[in-house]
């Protein structure tokens, strides 16, 4: 089998989307038109030249102003069920998606039309697709710690729907520490966590997330290569980082995809997984982001199946799941 069709022919788990980076900009076109909301773009080909970014945060203000048009519970389902579809395409039997409800929820959008949709989503996947999935609630983290606790409570009523909390958005200015309490608050009713870490801010950010947010993963991680020391500690706990190559790319985290440290962190033994992050802004799905860093760093075999272990094992799913994905992957190769 060649590179590619085993890339095709691997189960992979996707640990790090935000469903509102799936948004396409035909669907965005067709929810808007439907919503009778006005958008600045004349067409689906005006939407795209409109992706311009070059850090972080302008593709922040992008992504943002592109969620405007949500509005309806069937919205969020459209979106969800959009992403699901290329989640079958390229073989993603399980995924740990990532939303933002304050987004939602501070344009007058109630918390339960944006989780009643993508849960039914969700649901329709199990059973069609027969792909499973976990939601995390993300914290922006421009916003307030205050704010991120009156997101909580509003979800702590349908905690059972969640398998944990996030914390997204700006990272620079924004350290975790903002964010201690209400993350020991989410972890005291249950629910797992994860924080973005290491993308744009520093090692140091990766530190607090680790040490004050009690972190399951880290998600990108990427600049933690700069501090020797957190390397070993990574290595030393089998630390999840939830890896975005195309994203670090078209966000300038790498000038270019030969360049991304990812190959060298899993030679290191740090337990990196490979993840889409936004991939209707990024250039591709999972598959397009395990073709580009195969391309560039010459993955070998033995490099793809470890990549696609790892992505079962920083899963939230029992260990008889991820038993079953382990074997099927050792029977593949
Ligand atoms: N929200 C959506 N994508 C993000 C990213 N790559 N980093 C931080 N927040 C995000
Ligand atoms: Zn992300």
Redesign the pocket.
């Known amino acids: 089998m060649d590179r590619t069709a085993l890339i095709r022919a691997l189960p992979k788990a996707e640990l790090?989307?935000?469903i509102e980076?799936t948004f396409e900009p035909e669907l965005m076109f067709a929810i808007a038109q439907r919503n009778q909301i006005e958008i600045p773009y004349k067409s689906v080909e005006e939407v795209k030249q409109a992706y311009h970014f070059h850090n972080l945060q302008s593709f922040l203000d992008i992504y943002y102003a592109g969620a405007h048009v949500l509005i309806q519970e069937q919205d969020f389902y459209d979106l969800a069920w959009a992403y699901f579809e290329k989640c079958h395409a390229d073989h993603v039997v399980h995924t740990e998606i990532?939303f933002d409800p304050q987004t939602h929820t501070d344009r007058g959008v109630a918390f339960e039309t944006v989780l009643n949709g993508l849960k039914r989503a969700c649901d329709d996947a199990k059973a069609r697709l027969d792909i499973s999935s976990h939601l995390i609630l993300c914290f922006l983290r421009h916003l307030s710690e205050e704010a991120a606790f009156a997101t909580l409570e509003q979800a702590l009523p349908y905690k059972d729907q969640i398998i944990g909390v996030g914390l997204?958005s700006s990272e620079v200015g924004h350290p975790p520490s903002g964010f201690e309490r209400v993350f020991a608050r989410a972890r005291a009713e249950g629910l797992l966590v994860v924080a973005?870490a290491g993308?744009e801010g520093p090692a140091e950010y990766v530190w607090e997330a680790l040490d004050l947010l009690k972190v399951n993963r880290i998600?990108?991680g990427v600049r933690s290569e700069e501090d020797p020391e957190l390397m070993q500690r990574l290595i030393a706990e089998k630390m999840p980082l939830?890896v975005?190559p195309l994203?670090n790319l078209k966000l300038r985290v790498v000038d270019d995809m030969a360049q991304h440290n990812i190959q060298r962190l899993l030679q290191q033994g740090v337990h990196v997984t490979v993840?889409s992050?936004?991939p209707s802004y990024f250039g591709g799905y999972m598959n397009d982001n395990f073709f580009a860093i195969a391309d560039a760093l010459d993955l070998s075999t033995d490099e793809l199946k470890q990549l696609v272990k790892n992505s079962f094992e920083a899963s939230f799913i029992s260990d008889a799941e991820k038993q079953k994905w382990i074997r099927q992957i050792d029977a593949i190769v």
Request: proline letters at 0%; hydrophobic letters at 10%.
């Open positions: 790090h989307v935000h980076g990532f997204d973005h993308e998600d990108h939830t975005c994203s993840n992050d936004d």
